[in-house]
């Protein structure tokens, strides 16, 4: 498959990815360019961003999460007819699963890709030692795969003197943003605000398209993506076929945190998806035969959801009467008898557990895991594991012991979630594709199969 893709990185987090990343998207759009947003690593609230902007879901790329060949598959379904992919890295460029690997960092992707990359360097404070830093991400490793840059935070001036030494080193020099705090984006306990939280969201985007195409090099750019080489991917492995079901997805601006191979993995299997608002509605819709319930920021709509007393109803009494059920981390929360808000108050919530959720001031669970069923569970047996990660500043008095969760470097596991008949709920974001037999578990038992 022939796909025009550019990967973008930094050397850390906070460097202006998103936002310049979320610039060119529209600036491309605004070209009439057919695009595609992907965003490495586990992070829902970028995506948000992209999608907002190109208006598809943005498609996730995570070398944890998968192997090789699965990413292949997966980049090259959701770039299917774009012009050009833009690729946003996560963290720095070579920060992996641990302090000291490079294992399912930014870097890995470009490689199992094939993408050119284009690193942004955040230069505030720095003129010439932006070079410095530049020439060691080059040198970190000899396929570092970096063929271009885009100084973020600098100015005109100081990029035309910087420009011609980025040149010397063999690199593209792309351009550069100058400080506009105008179109920064704000953050919260959990990363970025959501794109519906954003006043004049639109007009800030055109304005920052606008300044890119001002400063960056944009034909230079879709020329680099140009470069990058046909991708060869194996076929993916046969999917069971199941009966139709219809499942119920919360979502709404309490409930967002949605992986699109998620959802894919469910229309694979024949699920017919219908999403609904535990905020807006006042019940699960009509012939429901699962529900998922996703994470998001409950804690920021805690009154609202309390308030709404016919949904909590409906869903305990769907759940207790043996709806199949798969609750992540917000969804877990919604389900307590109560839940704590951000001034401190606590509000009702489905009563589907008999525990309170309460805030914290720290992480206190963080980052990739792999969970195993310690007993035999509703969609998982003994034994039989999932990939997933946790964030979240959130505690329960309840957080269960079905599951054990292993980092995947060092020792550090813990224990955590519940199963209870056809209802399988904890703290963590599970990613589905990286064991498609839970779904189908899942999907059976919402065709009254097992």
Known sequence: MVSPR????????????????????????NRGKGVRAFKCGPDFIDPLFH?????????????????????????????????????EGVMGYYDGLGAATDRASSYEVAKALDAPVVLVVDSRGQSLSA????????????DSRIRGVIFNRMSEGVYGALKPEVEKLGL?????????????????????????EIEDLGQKLDVLAALLERTVDVDGLLKLAA??????????PPLPILPR??????????????????????????AALTFFSPLHDRALPEETQGLLLPGGYPELYAAALSANEPMRRSIREAIQGGLPCLAECGGFLYLHRELEDMEGRFHPMAGVLDARAYRTSRLGRFGYITLSAREDTAFLPAGE??????????????????LHAQKPTGNRGWDCGHSRGNLLMGFPHLYYPSNPKLIERFLRACAKEV
């Open 6 to 29: 550019l990967l973008f990185a930094a050397p850390a987090s906070g460097s202006g990815k998103t936002t310049i990343v979320c610039g060119l998207l529209r600036a491309l759009k």
């Open 227 to 236: 470069e990058a080489p046909a991708l060869i991917v194996p076929p993916a």
């Open 385 to 402: 594991s999932v990939r997933g990660h946790e964030f979240h500043y959130f505690e329960s008095e309840a957080c269960g012991d079905a």
């Open 245 to 270: 079901t219809r499942i119920a997805v919360a979502r709404d601006e309490a409930f967002c945190f949605l992986y699109r191979d998620n959802l894919d993995l469910l229309e694979d299997c024949s």
């Open 172 to 196: 593209r020099s792309l351009g550069y943003v100058p400080r506009a705090p105008e179109v920064m984006v704000e953050s919260r306990h959990l990363g970025l605000v959501t794109p519906g």
């Open 51 to 87: 999608e907002t902007v190109v208006g598809v879901p943005s498609g996730t790329l995570d070398l944890f999460f998968s192997d090789r060949d699965q990413l292949r598959r997966l980049f090259c379904r959701h770039a299917a007819g774009a012009e050009i992919s833009l690729i």
């Open 131 to 142: 070079l410095a830093a530049l020439i060691g991400f080059l040198r970190f490793r000899l």
